[in-house]
DNA sequence: AGTTCCCGCCACGAA
DNA sequence: TTCGTGGCGGGAACT
């Protein structure tokens, strides 16, 4: 992998448009016009194995950005290790067995008001930092502290300093308040901090003013999955004309209709300024200095992890600062905003969605429409959150090649799975008997992985007419397990849950399954490419229709999801495995089917697996977000144009197959023997709306594209119409446009 | 002189 | 109206 070294002025546009000069009216920008100027870097590309050297299989840690870099043979040496010393020998070993006490090590240099910084400089850590933390100048609490005291980076470190890089749950709560009282900074600059820390999945917002920590568990994950969407998007082409731009001055990246008046690249640079800061406090990229024909000129080079992409097939290197190509603005406001829809952004955008979420009663985050590149880059796309923010959850699970389907999991253990806590999709690997091949459930064949689920916070399977294995179905236990799920969920809306009591359930319930994951699909790209690449293997007709000969997933189970689990609209997971009239559902590995409502929707309410007296009545019995779907019977929907949305799972046999982004060709497996009937439950409102959207009718329709509309998704979420263009940060356009 | 970025105003949406 | 959030630019510290 080749790191590319990037000014942040090369990720920005320096034209400004007329119109923005005269939103802001008054303001002066003649400062601004200097900066019109274009400086290109020339790319510095270096080899990686040095910062492979440098920080070794793990990310760098906050310890490794503390202050000055150490000398070559002191690498390896833990952080804080003062050799000379039997303490400093015993804080090695200490260190060494409990990154915990480490990080508590750490607290106690860093966790420190910002008027009494000078001992921090007795830390020596590891690792490159711009952040310097001495300040020797500084008299004893008199002087005012220095800009380098109060920088967003050194900030951001104590910050990461006051959590594990690793916890092993999801409990650490953040409350930004706290936060900022502890680090005695406005809550401004905490947001500054969260907002890219978010977008890396390292901490995660639960509600307003609260945070969970997630630490660098998801990061590898997280990042893949910028490359790929970066790549989807077409930033490496950035990148590359960024590096010929280098030696071409005009050379630009802009598309034409960026039009060419303004300088946008003064305002936005402070921004990539901030989220620069926060990514080197993360030991993700690093300052440097470039050559260039006019002199040095500042940049910023790539330390981070550089094997999260080995998992990638297509391991192009992309610069981790994937920065939405050029910050260009057109002419108006409303062409941005048109151009803001361009971007084949996800009806709900993540900022519409904190909007639903800002109540602390509404933590969770729906699962969005399936969107080809669904990636918001609309509302703060060079905000300190969007440069990195693509919405997404852990990947571990495997995601989707943009032209693929969907992965497996990157681990086949599903007991590992289930055990690493973070992980946010559900993720159970189902043998291609459809059995979980996991130890935590005695009922093998009932799970899922589910991948659209980043948010589900219960999911129940239940086992049918063939594997029943004692499961008690009826409706009377749906409805119990229902109402246990959502008190499960009520739960869940707790940070304090663990994944100790998720495996609980699972082995407490053998007809039913929890998961927590924390992160939604709408802020879960991966997702969200994976669920539109299932869409498409149906749509582009991938999917071996006739595969009679495997039949080894029985359409057996029902699922039942709660729509609060995650699931909008927009999905209803249907029992895999079952062939329709026409339209064969592979299941494979993956006994679900993801379908849009929209495509069930010309379907009346049908009977359950021809149980007449399990005769479900939505508004009786369950909630309009809920839904149950059975699978014993035959049932037909063969040329109904409505299925080409049908979004079928393909089967997936081997983890291993699919690695990360892998671009392996879907199993096209329809081990499909029988045509259980389905339960279709038609719901009336199965988009959770707040008040606002509700009353807004066909806003909340936008609000929620569903796949069936993928083809053409551009329409501007509401979120984002009403949304403020002042407070919007424009991006340029993605080289794909 | 140019770069960096702290600081805080203020707009927006939700409650 | 209050509060959470965050876009944004002035202007000063820094190089």
Redesign the pocket.
């Known amino acids: 992998m080749e790191v590319e070294c990037l ?3 090369d990720l920005i546009s320096p034209k400004k448009s007329k119109a ?1 000069m005269e ?2 009216g008054g ?3 003649q ?2 016009n ?2 019109v ?1 274009r ?1 290109r870097t020339t790319p510095h590309k270096m080899d990686t194995t040095a910062t492979m050297l440098l920080y070794g299989s793990k990310p760098p840690t906050p310890e490794h950005l503390q202050s000055t870099p150490v000398k070559p043979s002191e690498r390896g040496a833990p952080p804080h290790a003062d050799p000379w010393t039997p303490t400093a020998n015993l804080r090695m070993l200490i260190s060494a067995a409990s990154p915990d006490i480490r990080d508590r090590e750490m607290k106690k240099v860093l966790f420190r008001p ?1 008027e009494n910084e000078r001992a921090v400089e007795d830390v020596e850590v590891d690792g490159p930092c ?2 310097d933390v001495v ?1 020797e100048e500084e008299e004893e609490g008199e002087r005012k ?4 005291q ?6 951001c470190q104590k910050f990461l300093a006051l959590y594990p890089d690793y916890p092993t749950s999801d409990t650490i709560n953040i409350s ?2 706290e936060v900022s009282t502890s680090l005695g ?5 905490i ?2 901090i ?2 890219v820390l978010e977008s890396l999945m390292i901490v995660g ?1 639960v ?4 945070y969970v920590w997630y630490g660098r568990r998801r990061l590898g994950s997280t990042l893949a999955e910028l490359q790929g969407i970066g790549r989807q998007q077409r930033y490496h082409l950035h990148m590359e004309q960024a590096a010929e731009g280098g030696h071409r001055e005009g050379a630009t990246t802009h598309t034409p209709e960026e039009g060419g008046e303004g300088d ?1 690249s ?6 990539l ?2 989220i ?2 926060v990514l080197t406090s993360l030991g993700l990229i690093k ?1 440097v200095h470039v050559r260039e024909e006019r002199g040095r ?2 940049a910023f080079k790539w330390i981070g992890p550089a094997d999260f992409h080995s998992r990638h097939e297509d391991s192009e290197a992309v610069a981790a600062i994937a920065l939405p190509e050029a910050i260009a603005l057109p002419g108006d406001r409303k062409q941005k905003l048109a151009r803001h829809a361009s971007f084949n952004v996800v009806p709900t955008s993540v ?2 969605q ?6 602390p ?2 933590p969770r985050r729906e699962v969005t429409g399936l969107l080809p590149q669904s990636v918001d880059y609309s ?2 796309c ?5 440069v990195c923010r693509l919405q997404f959850g852990t990947t571990v699970t495997g995601v989707s090649h943009p032209s693929g389907g969907l992965q497996s999991p990157a681990h086949s253990d599903g007991n590992s799975l289930l055990c690493s806590p973070g992980l946010a999709p559900l993720a159970v690997p189902v043998h291609p008997e459809g059995s979980y091949v996991g130890p935590l459930s005695p009922h093998p064949h009932h799970m899922a992985y589910l991948p659209s689920l980043s948010q589900a916070s219960v999911v129940m399977l239940y086992g049918g007419p063939e594997a029943q294995d004692g499961l008690d179905c009826s409706r009377e236990n749906i409805l119990e397990k229902r109402k246990k799920d959502e008190g499960v969920e009520e739960k869940r809306e707790s940070p304090e849950t663990e994944l100790s009591e998720k495996r609980r359930r699972v082995e407490g319930n053998s007809c039913q399954m929890t998961t927590s994951p924390r992160t939604s699909s709408l802020e879960h790209p991966g997702g969200l490419v994976r669920e539109e690449a299932l869409l498409r293997v149906l749509r582009d007709g991938e999917v071996d229709r006739q595969s009679p000969h495997n039949n080894l997933v029985r359409p057996s189970h029902y699922l039942y999801v709660p729509n609060s689990a995650g699931l909008n609209s927009l999905n209803f997971l249907l029992s895999a495995g079952q062939t329709t009239g026409g339209l064969t559902l592979p299941a494979g590995t993956l006994p679900y089917v993801l379908v849009p409502s929209s495509t069930l929707s010309p379907y009346p309410l049908m009977a359950n697996r021809g149980d007449a007296n399990l005769n479900f009545n939505m508004s009786t019995m369950m909630s309009p977000a809920c839904f149950v779907v059975g699978s014993a019977g035959p049932y037909t929907v063969a040329g109904a144009p409505e299925f080409n949305g049908v979004a079928v799972a393909p089967a997936l046999s081997s983890p291993e197959q699919h690695p990360l982004f892998g671009s392996a060709p879907i199993p096209s497996h329809s081990p499909l023997e029988t045509r259980p009937p389905l339960t279709f439950i038609q719901t009336e409102t199965q988009t959770p709306q ?4 509700a009353a807004a009718g066909g806003g909340s329709k936008a609000f929620f594209q569903t796949p069936g509309t993928l083809g053409t998704a551009t329409t501007t979420p509401v ?1 984002r119409r ?9 991006i340029g356009q993605p080289l794909t446009n």
């Open positions: 000014a942040l002025r923005d939103e802001v303001r002066n920008y400062k601004e200097r900066c100027e400086r910002i711009q952040f300040d502290p220095s800009r380098k109060k920088s967003l980076g050194l900030l930004l308040d900074v406005e809550r401004r600059r947001y500054d969260v907002n917002r509600a307003k003013n609260q946008s003064c305002a936005k640079v402070r921004r300024y901030d620069a800061n300052k000129k500042p900022a519409s904190r909007r639903v979420n800002s109540a009663s509404s509302r703060r060079v905000s300190n959150s969007a707040t008040p606002k959207e979120a009403r949304g403020s263009a002042q407070r919007r940060l424009d």
